[in-house]
């Protein structure tokens, strides 16, 4: 999972890079795969259930899942970029959201909001505590600021597959849940709005985007559980 990992981080730091005003989402999801299956991974993404790409980019009021295609990033925008690599049978997931060219308060304090919301939940994610701990590790960097986080859909398991068991709100009560245990492993994935936290699905059936139209974001890291600091996997 650490070489999953690794070749995710390496994507996505390629994609920020790459995320520039003109540059087309496809364009973008062509160099994602040719640099995945040149490390010797698969991307995880393309085909499964039917998804038609190897990464997800979803823009502005996009939350996930939407699909690389002919549009243009334009100046201001952000641009949620979610990679999944197999690498010898295992599994690595992350996604980041980056501003395209120059961008107002308002979407940079959303980015710094929820990379602290991912980074807090991580914190919160260490053996002996229980799932319901970093759920509301989440909820609270998010909603004490002002900012709606997203209920319809959740972080997960992963290893030898891409959604394992347990499932992993970003919102709930303390001290609930599956008890953590060191060597579990999990995506941390916030997905925060502007706005409320209702969603809408667009007529692709992939594509979710918030039914107010306010601005979100969204960041992930797949993690180790361990008796100390939960171990990063998706990162260089």
Same mark, same amino acid.
């Given at each position: 999972?650490?070489?999953?990992?690794?070749?995710?981080?390496?994507?996505?730091?390629?994609?920020?890079?790459?995320? &520039?005003?003109?540059?087309?989402?496809?364009?973008?999801?062509?160099?994602?795969?040719?640099?995945?299956? &040149?490390?010797?991974?698969?991307?995880?993404?393309?085909?499964?259930?039917?998804?038609? !790409?190897?990464?997800?980019?979803?823009? *502005?009021?996009?939350?996930? +899942?939407?699909?690389?295609?002919?549009?243009?990033?334009?100046?201001?925008?952000?641009?949620?970029?979610?990679?999944?690599? /197999?690498?010898?049978?295992?599994?690595? *997931?992350?996604?980041?959201?980056?501003?395209?060219?120059? /961008?107002?308060?308002?979407? !940079?304090? #959303?980015?710094?909001?929820?990379?602290?919301? #991912? !980074?807090?939940?991580?914190?919160?994610?260490?053996?002996?505590?229980?799932?319901? *701990?970093?759920? +509301?590790?989440?909820?609270?960097? !998010?909603?004490?600021?002002?900012?709606?986080?997203?209920?319809?859909?959740?972080?997960?398991?992963?290893?030898?597959?891409? +959604?394992? *068991?347990?499932?992993?709100?970003?919102?709930?009560?303390?001290?609930?849940?599956?008890?953590?245990?060191?060597?579990?492993?999990?995506?941390?994935?916030?997905?925060?709005?502007?706005?409320?936290?209702?969603?809408? @699905?667009?007529?692709?059936?992939?594509?979710?985007?918030?039914?107010?139209?306010?601005?979100?974001?969204?960041?992930? +890291?797949?993690?180790?559980?361990?008796?100390?600091?939960?171990?990063? @996997?998706?990162? #260089?």
């Amino acid at each position: 999972m650490r070489q999953a990992g690794r070749i995710v981080a390496e994507v996505l730091e390629g994609l920020a890079e790459r995320a &520039k005003p003109g540059v087309t989402t496809a364009s973008l999801d062509s160099w994602a795969e040719r640099l995945i299956r &040149k490390r010797g991974g698969v991307p995880s993404f393309k085909g499964y259930r039917g998804y038609p !790409a190897s990464v997800c980019i979803s823009i *502005d009021e996009e939350i996930v +899942h939407g699909i690389p295609g002919r549009r243009h990033l334009r100046e201001g925008e952000i641009v949620s970029m979610d990679v999944g690599v /197999i690498y010898n049978g295992y599994q690595g *997931d992350a996604a980041i959201t980056v501003g395209v060219g120059q /961008i107002g308060p308002v979407a !940079a304090e #959303l980015l710094r909001v929820t990379q602290e919301a #991912l !980074a807090a939940g991580i914190a919160a994610a260490r053996a002996g505590r229980r799932l319901g *701990d970093v759920s +509301h590790a989440i909820q609270v960097v !998010a909603e004490s600021q002002g900012y709606g986080i997203v209920r319809d859909y959740v972080g997960h398991g992963i290893g030898r597959e891409m +959604h394992e *068991d347990p499932q992993i709100p970003n919102y709930g009560p303390p001290g609930q849940g599956p008890l953590l245990r060191a060597g579990m492993t999990l995506a941390l994935e916030p997905m925060v709005t502007v706005g409320d936290y209702q969603t809408r @699905l667009l007529e692709n059936m992939w594509t979710v985007v918030t039914a107010d139209g306010s601005l979100s974001a969204h960041f992930e +890291h797949t993690v180790a559980v361990t008796d100390g600091e939960a171990v990063i @996997l998706t990162c #260089l």
